[in-house]
């Protein structure tokens, strides 16, 4: 389900979820599968993008009552999502560089499994390991912006929403990251 539809069986859902059990797992079922691909996406780790999706989850469900529907259902979850995975990055960060020593980025989680949906606009040959391999060589910032304008669907002004940035950083992160990832599939350098 997409579109309108989808939006209103999202907003009702979530308007339920205060007091039924029933109307959570729905609402999991219903956005629960994008919400895992975008941090899978981002954190390039199952496990990772699990934790996310049901941190984002458990913020669904505290939040909902709270919902204002000044923003489309799938806008607000994204925006959960969005934090729940820089406060996993915050988090792992710290954890690594208590352990090791080391700093963790985005860009340094290994990338274990290859995420679904084509992106003809960028990689033609579609779905390849090495296109997603070059993607994740992107900057963070400009792989979440052409993550959730392209294959999530969002427009400028939901992914600025999403992100808590201007308009212009995200229509700027967007062509750059464009061009970014046009030159390193070319076999470019960054």
Known sequence: MSGPRRED???ALVRAIPNSECAMREFFEEFGPQIFHYALTI???THAAQEVVQETMIGVWRGASRFTASSSVSTWVYSICHNKIVDYIRRESRHVRRA???DLSASAVTFENEPC???SYIDPGGDSMEFWE???RLPNGQREVIL???DAGFSVAEVAEILEIPAGTVRSRLHAGKQRLRVLLKG???
């Open 134 to 136: 070059t993607f994740r």
């Open 148 to 150: 959730l304008f392209y």
């Open 43 to 45: 954190l390039g780790d």
């Open 117 to 119: 949906g084509t992106w």
């Open 188 to 190: 470019g350098s960054l």
């Open 9 to 11: 069986k999202g907003l």
């Open 100 to 102: 090791s020593g080391a």
